[in-house]
């Protein structure tokens, strides 16, 4: 199993901004068992596609749980297939806060994603009131059973990210993510089965250069969903790099 590192650049980004990343990714070498994605705005997708190196794939941050129509401003999942990426972001925290997206809506950009051959990462995570409560297990659990309902263990990965450390150079401790992944890993087996074996669970949240090798080297991390680090060609690159470091 590959490492999969995954660069969520949100709302960032000029074409200047990504010519100049794609620039400095020309002479970067795919590394060794590493599977990298990019998922820039819907805006700069094409430009993506253009200007990075081959090995590079794309993927979008988000889908439309419903497949055309007079839906203004929504994308389709088949819109991103036919525009060359491979992968997409569903369920990401900050779109279940700012566009109150539920766990069904979230299961349904699933399920268009993998009808239109997209590979899908699901995200979930808890807020730090629901650990400091010590549900976390539990959100994270139900999150899951509601973001998966009627989702293909094909072509998946599960992305935790804890909302505390997003964003905040909070990072969970790879003992934290260790236990949660153990946890997400538990619910995948009864939910799929032997076939959650191929499932590929990811941590986000504050991943840096000099944070990634260590995270990689962990059993039970199979990669990396980066926000803030992915959009410095250089930092992204070093974390790409560690994934030659996973344990698989
Ligand atoms: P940061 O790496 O900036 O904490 O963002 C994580 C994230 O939300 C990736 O989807």
Redesign the pocket.
Same mark, same amino acid.
Request: glycine fraction near 24%; charge should be negative; proline fraction near 0%.
């Given at each position: 199993m590959s490492t999969l590192v995954i660069a969520?650049w949100k709302m960032n980004g000029a074409v200047a901004s990504v010519e100049a990343f794609a620039q400095a990714w020309a002479g970067v070498a795919n590394p060794e068992k590493v599977s990298v994605v990019i998922c820039p705005s819907f805006a700069h997708l094409s430009l993506v596609r253009e200007a990075m190196p081959r090995w590079v794939q794309l993927g979008a941050q988000d889908c439309s749980e419903r497949t055309s129509g007079a839906f203004t401003g929504d994308v389709s999942a088949t819109m991103l297939s036919d525009l060359g990426c491979q992968w997409v972001?569903v369920g990401?925290?900050?779109r279940r806060a700012c566009h109150s997206e539920t766990d069904s809506q979230v299961a349904q950009k699933a399920q268009r994603a993998q009808q239109a051959g997209l590979q899908v990462a699901v995200?979930v995570g808890e807020q730090l009131w629901q650990r400091e409560t010590s549900e976390h297990h539990q959100v994270v659990a139900a999150q899951l059973a509601g973001s998966l309902e009627g989702v293909s263990p094909e072509g998946l990965a599960i *992305?935790y990210?804890p909302i505390w *450390?997003?964003?905040?150079g909070h990072a969970a401790s790879t003992q934290q993510a260790e236990d949660m992944h153990g946890q997400i890993r538990h619910c995948l087996a009864g939910h799929y089965g032997e076939a959650a074996e191929s499932i590929k669970v990811i941590y986000?949240?504050?991943?840096k250069p000099a944070t990634a090798r260590a995270l990689f080297a962990s059993e039970t991390i199979d990669g990396a969903?980066?926000?803030? *680090?992915s959009l410095e060609a250089d930092s992204f690159a070093e974390i790409a790099r560690a994934g030659t470091f996973g344990r698989k």
């Open positions: 969520n972001i990401h925290s900050e995200c *992305a990210e *450390a997003i964003g905040t986000g949240g504050s991943v969903l980066v926000g803030g *680090a």
